[in-house]
């Protein structure tokens, strides 16, 4: 590992002025010049260049499993125990195209438990309850409105 002169001039205790960015071409430490149990330490962060990794271990990392059921559906979402992050998730994709839900506006089907984006759901405008494309009816050219199938006008 190479050290500035600064460095090495710290580590070994000498005096004076020493440039930061000069790199140090060899350096020694004469050890009569510590007096006798004296122990002199330097912190040492080195670059990537010199980091090796020298073997890798496998680690337990434990996980939890949650799973949500509504209708015949099931979705499952895992997280690490310890940090909470996300491992696994089933809310994160639409069941209608298999996009991903990048801002999160899914909504689940009353009818058949489906999850669904803003473009493959809307909302009954008589009870409120939200649908997939497959489950609700769209009346009117211009101000369209969404129905259920309860609530359609015939």
């Given at each position: 590992?190479k050290l500035?002169?600064?460095?090495?001039?710290?580590?070994?205790?000498?005096?004076?002025?020493?440039?930061?960015?000069?790199?140090?071409?060899?350096?020694?430490?004469?050890?009569?010049?510590?007096?006798?149990g004296e122990?002199?330490?330097?912190?040492?962060?080195?670059?990537?260049?010199?980091?090796?990794?020298?073997?890798?271990?496998?680690?337990?990392?434990?996980?939890?499993?949650?799973?949500?059921?509504?209708?015949?559906?099931?979705?499952?979402?895992?997280?690490?125990?310890?940090?909470?992050?996300?491992?696994?998730?089933?809310?994160?994709?639409?069941?209608?195209?298999?996009?991903?839900?990048?801002?999160?506006?899914?909504?689940?089907?009353?009818?058949?438990?489906?999850?669904?984006?803003?473009?493959?759901?809307?909302?009954?405008?008589?009870?409120?309850?939200?649908?997939?494309?497959?489950?609700?009816?769209?009346?009117?050219?211009?101000?369209?409105?969404?129905?259920?199938?309860?609530?359609?006008?015939?």
């Amino acid at each position: 590992m190479k050290l500035t002169l600064e460095q090495a001039a710290k580590w070994m205790g000498a005096s004076g002025s020493f440039d930061a960015t000069a790199v140090a071409a060899g350096y020694s430490i004469d050890t009569r010049t510590l007096k006798n149990g004296e122990v002199r330490s330097m912190i040492l962060r080195p670059s990537i260049s010199h980091v090796r990794i020298v073997s890798v271990k496998h680690a337990n990392v434990p996980l939890v499993t949650a799973s949500f059921m509504y209708k015949d559906r099931t979705y499952v979402r895992k997280l690490q125990a310890a940090s909470n992050h996300i491992v696994a998730d089933d809310f994160v994709y639409c069941n209608v195209d298999g996009q991903h839900l990048s801002d999160g506006g899914a909504q689940l089907c009353v009818e058949c438990g489906s999850l669904a984006c803003e473009n493959h759901s809307d909302v009954c405008v008589t009870c409120g309850k939200s649908f997939c494309v497959d489950h609700i009816v769209t009346r009117g050219l211009i101000l369209k409105k969404h129905y259920c199938g309860e609530h359609t006008p015939s």
